[in-house]
């Protein structure tokens, strides 16, 4: 693997310390935060980058991209539209079903997105 720049090591360093859904903004702050000088044009370059070679996860929501270790355990997300919480599952049998339906059409699956869009129970909470 060719070695990362010192800016997109530091990038990746951040994503891998936390749990967080990382949007690029966030990560930009966070560096500068620590005082790593970073232009938001190299973040959104250098989390695309990472993304593309398996380092870190991305999630495509409606309009950005959120960023995430790859090291977590496979697991699906919840997004609030509302307030942009996310959170994480992993429901056996929606796993199950993904699987029985590929196999009943002979395909491979390499991997797979759920993403559910609503809102949260704090949101919901406040609509009513
Ligand atoms: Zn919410
Ligand atoms: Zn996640």
């Not at 870190?56 to 309009?63: C, G, N, R, W």
Request: charged residues 30%; hydrophobic residues 40%.
């Amino acid at each position: 693997m060719q070695k990362l720049t010192a800016q997109r090591q530091a990038i990746l360093d951040m994503i891998n310390r936390s749990d967080k859904h990382w949007e690029a903004d966030d990560v930009a702050y966070a560096l500068k935060e620590e005082g790593v000088q970073i232009g938001i044009a190299t973040v959104y370059r250098g989390l695309a980058a990472l993304a593309e070679q398996g380092l870190i996860e991305s999630i495509q929501l409606a309009d950005k991209k959120r960023y995430e270790r790859a090291d977590k355990a496979h697991h699906d997300h919840l997004i609030c539209t509302d307030c942009g919480n996310i959170e994480e599952f992993c429901e056996p049998e929606i796993e199950a079903l993904q699987d029985k339906v590929a196999a009943e059409r002979g395909f491979k699956i390499e991997g797979h997105q759920l993403l559910l869009f609503g809102l949260c129970k704090t949101c919901k909470a406040g609509e009513s």
